[in-house]
C-alpha cells in the first residue's frame, strides 16, 4: 500500500517549503522577482519571497516560502539503521564473552587529513558520549585509538599488524568530497591487501549515513548523536553472527573469528 | 556587573603559573629548532622554493650537519653573505641552484659574518616596525567599532574566493578576518609557497595569501573608513616563520597557543615549548594579538567538567607570553561557550565563566569562541544558541568576538551564513549594549559560587602543574586528558641544544625592545 506524503504547513497536502539562499547580484525589485522565478523554476508553486535584501555588494539574501507539486511514498523508501542493536556496556560485554569468547579488537582513526577528533574520541574514549561510555571502558574490547590524521595506508598496515577485528573510520571535514574519497581509499586498500572479509568495516562523522556507507562498501555507517554503546553493539553481533556463518559453513584456517 | 571572588587566590594561581613556567623557560633557553632558524632565514629575506619544492629556508637549514647547526644557522649564512657579497635573497636562491654551499664558507672568522648579518637583521626589524607603524595609523584613522569585535572565518580553500567572502563580511560588519588554514597544515614541517587555490577545510597559509588577503582589506577597509584586522594561524610545526609571515605581511592577530600543538595535534612539546617562546616574541615586537586555544579543552571533554582547566591554561598562557615579552594588551586569552544547551543554568555558568575571566585578565583582549560542540544541523536552535553566546559576550566586555555560525555542524560558512551570524551578534550586542554595568551578581548567589568553584579548582590544578613540573603534568594526562610525553609527538628530531657559539641575531633585538609602545597603539579607538 502506498503512503503518499508532502510537506505538511498548516493544512494536509499544501506542500509548503520554506528555502533561504544568496544570489550573487545586488538587491532590486528585480532581484526579488528573480529569486520568485528561480524557485518557480525548481518547479515549486505558489512562490512567495517574504525577504528580499542586500547582504554586501553585489550580494542579496532572500527568503522564500513555496507549495511543492511533488510527493513521496515513504513506504517504499528503504534506509535500514544499523542502530538497532540495543545493549548496554555490560550487556555487550557479556555478548562478546559468551559467543566470541575473547576481546574484540578494535582500531579507530580520523583518516586523511582530518584533524577533527570530537566524533572518534566520543566513540572511543574512555569518557563516551551523552553518558554512554566508550569503547576504552568495556571489558571485552582491546581499543585503539589512533588519533587524527592517519593516512589510510598507515591505519591498514596497522590492522595488518595487530589483527584488528574492526576498524573505525572518521571524517568530520567534508569539503569538496573529500570524507567520501578517504573512505573509498580505505576500503579500496582494504580489499586489495586482502583484509576487507577480516574486519568489520564501519565509518562515522556528522554527515555519515548507513546507507551511504553500504554504497561505499563498508559494513556500517554511524551519523551524528550515535552513542559508543550502539557501535559497540553492532561490532559484537555482526562479528558473532559471522563466526556463526563460518562454523556453519565448516570454514577453517581463520581461528578466533 | 562585578563577581566577588578570592583576589588571593588569584595571585596564588599566578605565582604557581610562574613556577610552572620557570624550568621550562630554561629549557627553552637552551635550545632552538628547525623552525626557529627557518625564520631567522626568512626574516633576513630569503625566501622562495627550490627543486621538488621545497622552501628555501628549509633546504638550507637541512643542509647543515646536526653538529654545526648548534651554532644556529645565521652564522654559517651570514659568512656566505660576506664571502659572496650576495644580499640575503639572492644568496637564498644561489644555494637552491646548487651554485653554493654554506660548508664552503666554513674558514671565515664569525666576525665578519655578524657584520654581513647586521645590516639585513636591522632592515627586517625596520620593516617590522614600519608595518606595526602603519597599522597604528590606519586604526587612528579608520576607527574600528567598538568591542566585542566581530571575527568571521573564511575557509573556502581557495584564496581567491577567500577574498570575495572576507570583503562580504567586512560589509556586513565584520571586524577581524580569520582565514582557517587546511586540515593539514599544522603538522607540515614547512610552509608552502605562493597563491594556493585547493585546500581541505581551509586555506594554506602561505605568504603570498596574506598579502593578496591584506590588499583585500585594506581596501575594504578604507572604503568602509573602519580598519579590518587579518589573522591566521600560527601554531604547529611553523610557529616561529608564521610568525615572520604574519609581521612582514601586517597580520594583526595570530593563533598562538603553547600548548595546543602538543594536546590536540601531537606536536612534540618541546619542540612547542621553544617556538612558542619565538614566535611571542616577534609577535610582541610585531603588535600582533595572540589568541590562546583554550576553546579545545571544551570541545573534547565536558565543558562544565574543564572549567578549572581553561582558567589554568589562560594563566599558563599569559605567563609564557609575560615571559616572550608580550604586554597583557597583546595577550587574547581564549574561551568558549561549550555547555551542553540542555543543563538546567548552563547559561548562568557560562556567564560566571566568562566574566571570572574578564576580572582576572582585565587588560587581556579576551577571545571567546562560540558554540560547536552542541551544534546540530537543527540551524534555528544552533542560531538560538548563538544569541545567547552573543549576549553574554557583551555583557562580560569581551574583546575578540567569534561569530557563531548556525550551519556550525553542516558546513564551512557560506557567504549568506556568515552574514546572519553577523547580524545575529550586531543585534544582541546592540540591544543590549550596557546591560552588563546595569546589572549586579546576587552575592553567594549561583552565578558567583561557580566563579568560585572554578577558582578554586584552578588553584588546585595549578598547585599540581608546579609540584609536577608542566612536562610531567603533560605526560600524565592532567591536560584535556590527553598524555604526551616529553620526547614523543611530532617535530621532536627538529629540536636541538643550543651549542656555547650558538647566534641568533633577531633574538638579542628582540629582547631588548620588549613591552614597548603596546599602550600606543591599543586596538580598540
Not at chain 1, 218 to 226: K, L, M, N, S, V
Not at chain 2, 466 to 485: E, N, Q
Request: charged share 25%.
Amino acid at each position: 500500500m502506498s503512503t503518499l506524503v508532502k510537506p505538511y504547513g498548516d493544512t494536509m497536502n499544501d506542500g509548503k517549503v520554506q528555502l533561504s539562499f544568496t544570489l550573487p547580484v545586488e538587491w532590486s525589485e528585480a532581484a526579488d522577482e528573480a529569486a520568485r522565478q528561480l524557485v518557480a523554476k525548481m518547479g515549486f508553486g505558489d512562490v512567495q519571497v517574504v525577504e528580499g535584501r542586500r547582504i554586501a555588494d553585489g550580494f542579496s539574501f532572500f527568503v522564500v516560502y513555496a507549495a511543492t507539486p511533488q510527493s513521496i511514498d515513504v513506504e517504499s523508501i528503504k534506509a535500514p539503521s544499523a542502530r538497532s542493536h540495543a545493549m548496554s556496556m555490560e550487556e555487550v560485554d557479556s555478548f562478546v564473552s559468551e559467543r566470541i569468547g575473547r576481546k574484540i579488537r578494535i582500531a579507530g582513526a580520523c583518516i586523511g587529513t582530518d584533524a577533527h577528533t570530537v566524533g572518534i574520541d566520543a566513540i572511543l574514549n574512555m569518557k563516551g558520549y551523552k553518558g554512554d561510555y566508550g569503547l576504552e571502558r568495556y571489558h571485552m574490547f582491546e581499543t585503539h585509538n589512533l588519533g587524527s590524521q592517519i593516512a589510510v595506508e598507515d591505519l591498514v598496515r596497522f590492522a595488518k599488524d595487530r589483527g584488528i577485528d574492526a576498524l573505525l573510520a572518521s571524517q568530520v571535514v567534508t569539503q569538496k568530497g573529500s570524507d567520501i574519497k578517504n573512505f573509498t581509499e580505505l576500503a579500496e586498500l582494504l580489499e586489495a591487501e586482502g583484509l576487507r572479509d577480516r574486519v568489520v568495516l564501519i565509518c562515522g562523522g556528522p554527515r555519515v549515513t548507513n546507507l551511504m556507507a553500504s554504497e561505499l562498501g563498508y559494513d556500517a555507517g554511524f551519523g551524528r548523536g550515535t552513542l559508543p554503546s550502539e557501535v559497540a553493539a553492532f561490532v559484537a553481533v555482526t562479528l558473532a553472527d559471522r563466526a556463526k556463518a563460518q562454523t556453519r559453513e565448516k570454514v577453517t584456517g581463520r581461528p578466533g573469528v | 556587573m562585578e563577581l566577588q571572588v578570592d583576589r588571593a587566590s588569584i595571585d596564588r594561581c599566578r605565582e604557581s603559573a610562574a613556577a610552572i613556567v620557570a624550568p621550562v623557560e630554561e629549557f627553552i633557553a637552551g635550545h632552538s629548532t628547525v623552525s626557529v632558524e627557518r625564520a631567522v632565514l626568512r626574516l633576513l629575506g630569503v625566501d622562495g622554493v627550490g627543486p621538488d619544492e621545497i622552501p628555501l629556508p628549509n633546504l638550507i637549514v637541512d643542509s647543515i650537519s646536526a653538529h654545526e647547526r648548534r651554532a644556529g644557522v645565521a652564522l654559517p649564512f651570514g659568512k656566505a653573505l660576506a664571502e659572496t657579497g650576495l644580499d640575503p635573497a639572492a644568496l637564498g636562491e644561489a644555494i637552491g641552484a646548487g651554485q653554493y654551499r654554506l660548508a664552503d664558507f666554513s674558514a671565515t672568522p664569525d666576525a665578519a659574518a655578524i657584520g654581513a648579518l647586521r645590516p639585513h637583521v636591522e632592515a627586517a626589524l625596520a620593516h617590522i616596525r614600519g608595518r606595526r607603524e602603519e597599522r597604528r595609523s590606519m586604526l587612528g584613522r579608520l576607527p574600528q567599532l567598538p568591542p566585542p569585535l566581530l571575527y568571521v572565518i573564511v575557509a573556502s580553500g581557495n584564496i581567491y574566493e577567500d577574498r570575495t567572502a572576507a570583503v562580504a563580511a567586512s560589509e556586513a560588519g565584520a571586524q577581524v578576518i580569520a582565514v582557517i588554514r587546511s586540515t593539514g597544515q599544522s603538522l607540515l614541517d614547512f610552509v608552502p609557497f605562493g597563491p594556493t587555490t585547493e585546500g581541505f577545510g581551509g586555506t594554506y597559509a602561505t605568504q603570498a595569501n596574506f598579502r593578496i588577503m591584506r590588499a583585500a582589506l585594506d581596501e575594504v577597509s578604507e572604503k568602509l573608513g573602519r580598519y579590518v584586522m587579518l589573522t591566521n594561524y600560527a601554531s604547529g610545526l611553523c610557529m616561529p616563520e608564521i610568525a615572520t609571515m604574519a609581521a612582514i605581511e601586517r597580520l594583526d592577530m595570530l593563533l598562538n597557543d603553547s600548548m595546543y600543538g602538543i594536546l590536540f595535534r601531537d606536536i612534540n612539546m618541546k619542540r612547542t615549548f621553544v617556538d612558542q617562546h619565538f614566535s611571542r616574541m616577534l609577535n610582541a615586537y610585531s603588535g600582533i594579538i595572540i589568541n590562546t586555544g583554550e576553546d579545545n579543552y571544551l570541545t573534547t571533554a565536558d565543558a562544565v567538567e574543564q572549567a578549572p582547566a581553561v582558567l589554568a591554561s589562560q594563566f599558563i598562557n599569559e605567563e609564557f607570553a609575560h615571559r616572550a615579552g608580550m604586554p597583557d594588551e597583546q595577550i587574547g586569552l581564549g574561551d568558549a561557550y561549550e555547555i551542553n544547551p540542555d543543563l538546567t543554568d548552563g547559561f548562568l555558568y557560562q556567564l560566571a565563566q566568562a566574566q571570572l575571566a574578564r576580572q582576572i585578565f582585565p587588560n587581556a583582549p579576551l577571545k571567546y569562541m562560540p558554540p560547536t560542540k552542541h551544534m546540530t544541523g537543527d540551524i534555528f536552535k544552533g542560531h538560538l544558541i548563538d544569541a545567547l553566546f552573543n549576549l553574554t559576550s557583551v555583557m562580560t566586555g569581551q574583546t575578540i568576538h567569534l561569530c557563531g555560525m548556525l550551519t556550525e555542524a553542516i558546513h564551512t560558512p557560506f557567504l549568506g551564513d556568515r552574514v546572519l551570524s553577523i547580524e545575529n551578534a550586531r543585534y544582541i550586542m546592540n540591544t543590549a549594549r550596557h546591560f552588563g554595568d546595569e546589572i549586579v551578581f546576587r552575592p553567594g548567589g549561583v552565578i558567583e559560587r561557580r566563579a568560585q568553584d572554578v577558582l578554586a579548582g584552578c588553584e588546585v590544578l595549578l598547585e599540581r602543574v608546579a609540584s609536577m613540573g608542566l612536562m610531567h603534568a603533560i605526560d600524565a594526562a592532567l591536560f584535556a586528558d590527553v598524555k604526551r610525553s616529553p620526547d614523543g609527538g611530532r617535530g621532536f628530531d627538529g629540536v636541538f641544544e643550543r651549542g656555547e657559539n650558538y647566534y641568533n641575531p633577531f633574538e638579542d633585538a628582540l629582547r631588548s625592545s620588549t613591552v614597548r609602545s603596546a599602550r600606543d597603539d591599543k586596538v580598540t579607538a
